[in-house]
């Protein structure tokens, strides 16, 4: 029996529609399996700047600090999006929480349920069996960086950095887990052009030597974005700097079906934080129509990763392919062929998956 702090940070639009799911579901783990699991909540994102004018408000901090886990749900508002010019933002609450929690690498598991095949953009036959583990760098490079305007405001600047310490970091968790898997790493980087790209493939070559029963291979990011299109089942784990593996990541959620479907752990060397890799999504906000599983797919990688429960985890994974074999779907992952009593609500699609645990 384990007792454990976990801390619900929903944040904004659907993050509160999707977490009160992915909560239901730890709850339900902790019966099942006689842990004892004590939750706290933490207001981040526009409900805090509403509420306290801070978008991480240290109360909120000091939360997360003290937590053995955080389940998040995603930040963002469109009066922001349409006003580049807001001084206090919902996405600075991230990237502060990030910092602060020295959460340094951000680990997506993109991996397609079969049942999804035909959800897919790209064709079953290019999909089937892609299973790939990206690890992406989150606390350096150009989202940290110095960054302002000169000549009057005509000319924009954000610089990229990355020290040596911060590549190696990201390069040794990438390797483990590469050593639990099928052993091949790519790592990701455009050192044709970049001096932080030249850095970045210099640590990991000097790594790898320590791990020589790990096949290295690095690729050109504008490359990377072609392979996973056509052929995503050359990659097992790829490690990659902060924009890139930004970027990367959310073209990969397509071989899951959609971003309704992905989860990602970010985690550092304390408390980890585990959220669905969508935003908040204004556009579907209060109708009750969000895909949960993200958020109960990341409720089982704090499981794995954070508390080594892996039996719960897979529990928690084999219930929501259980759902998915018996024909439910949630709009986003619904395809023609999808009766329309199958097509559940985030509500429903939640209950579906607490039935089978
Ligand atoms: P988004 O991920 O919120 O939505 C993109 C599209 O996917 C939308 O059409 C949305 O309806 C759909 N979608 C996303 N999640 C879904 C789910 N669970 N079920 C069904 N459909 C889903 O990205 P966006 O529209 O570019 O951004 C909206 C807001 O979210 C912005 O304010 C942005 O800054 C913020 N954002 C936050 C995070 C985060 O908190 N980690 C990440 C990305 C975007």
Redesign the pocket.
């Known amino acids: 029996m384990a007792t454990k702090n976990i801390l619900i940070v929903p944040?904004?639009?659907?993050?509160q529609e999707?977490t009160t799911v992915g909560k239901k579901v730890l709850d339900a783990i902790a019966k099942k399996f006689n842990h004892e699991f004590i939750y706290d909540e933490a207001l981040i994102?526009h409900v805090a700047i509403e509420a306290t004018g801070n978008p991480l408000p240290d109360e909120s901090l000091a939360k997360m600090k003290k937590s053995d886990a955080v389940l998040f749900?995603?930040?963002?508002?469109?009066k922001?999006?349409n006003d580049p010019s807001a001084k206090v933002r919902?996405?600075q609450g991230?990237l502060k929480m990030r910092k602060e929690l020295g959460l340094y690498a951000n680990i997506r598991p993109i991996k397609l349920f079969d049942e999804l095949l035909s959800a897919s953009s790209i064709k079953p036959e290019i999909l089937k069996g892609a299973d790939i583990l990206f690890f992406r760098e989150l606390t350096g490079d150009i989202y940290f960086g110095e960054k302002g305007r000169k000549n009057n405001g005509d000319t924009a600047f954000d610089v990229a950095e990355y020290s040596r310490y911060e590549v190696e970091r990201i390069a040794r968790k990438a390797f483990d887990a590469a050593r639990t898997r099928r052993k091949k790493l790519c790592s990701v980087d455009k050192a044709n052009v970049l001096e932080t790209s030249r850095l970045w493939r210099e640590v990991i070559q000097k790594i790898a030597l320590e791990y020589p029963d790990v096949e290295i291979e690095h690729q050109f990011v504008d490359a990377t974005a072609m392979l996973l299109i056509k052929d995503p089942r050359r990659f097992d784990v790829v490690v990659t700097a902060n924009l890139f593996g930004d970027i990367l990541t959310d073209e990969a959620s397509q071989i899951a079906g959609?971003?309704?479907m992905l989860a990602s752990a970010s985690i550092g060397d304390g408390t980890g934080v585990y959220?669905?890799?969508?935003?908040?999504?204004?556009?579907?906000t209060g109708k009750g129509?969000?895909?949960?599983l993200?958020s109960i797919l990341s409720a089982a990688l704090l499981l794995d990763i954070s508390f080594g429960l892996k039996e719960e985890s897979e529990a928690i994974i084999n219930a929501v392919d259980a759902v998915l074999k018996q024909g439910f779907r949630?709009?986003?992952i619904a395809d023609a062929n999808t009766p329309t009593e199958k097509i559940l609500g985030t509500n429903a699609m939640g209950e579906e998956v607490l039935k089978l645990l």
């Open positions: 944040g904004d639009g659907i993050g999707v994102g749900g995603a930040v963002g508002h469109p922001y999006d919902p996405e991230l959609s971003m309704g959220e669905p890799i969508h935003g908040s999504a204004h556009d579907i129509v969000a895909n949960p993200a949630t709009r986003d």
